[in-house]
């Protein structure tokens, strides 16, 4: 099983970016989906997650209404569109899997996002 995530960077305060989370080697849809982040020094907390058929979603309260969370079942992917980006959403943020069956749970590596003028 591998996921890989991508299209982080550094962008201004205010800025957008998009992250992706490319899986294999797994039923894509048949996984909830889920966007952790830890910044320095702190624990890492969840950020989003959405259903296997992606009706479902939730966010903490800190990134509500700003970030979205989608998916597409077709390309394996999940998607994390994160908009008004504020410095203290900066942080290493990791993509996760986990199985309807047996709820076996995977985690990609890791993409940075930071938030700086």
């Known amino acids: 099983v591998q996921l890989v995530e991508s299209g982080g960077g550094l962008v201004q305060p205010g800025g957008s970016l998009r992250l992706s989370c490319a899986a294999s080697?797994?039923?894509?849809?048949?996984?909830?989906m889920r966007w952790y982040r830890q910044a320095p020094g702190k624990e890492r907390e969840l950020v989003a997650s959405?259903?296997?058929?992606?009706?479902?979603?939730n966010y903490a309260h800190s990134v509500k209404g700003r970030f979205t969370i989608s998916r597409d079942n077709a390309k394996n992917t999940v998607y994390l569109q994160m908009n008004s980006l504020k410095p203290e959403d900066t942080a290493v943020y990791y993509c996760?899997?986990?199985?309807?069956?047996?709820?076996?749970?995977?985690w990609g590596q890791g993409t940075q996002v930071t938030v700086s003028s």
């Open positions: 996760n899997a986990i199985t309807f069956q047996f709820g076996y749970e995977y």
């Open positions: 080697g797994l039923t894509f849809s048949r996984c909830h």
């Open positions: 959405i259903s296997g058929a992606g009706g479902s979603t």
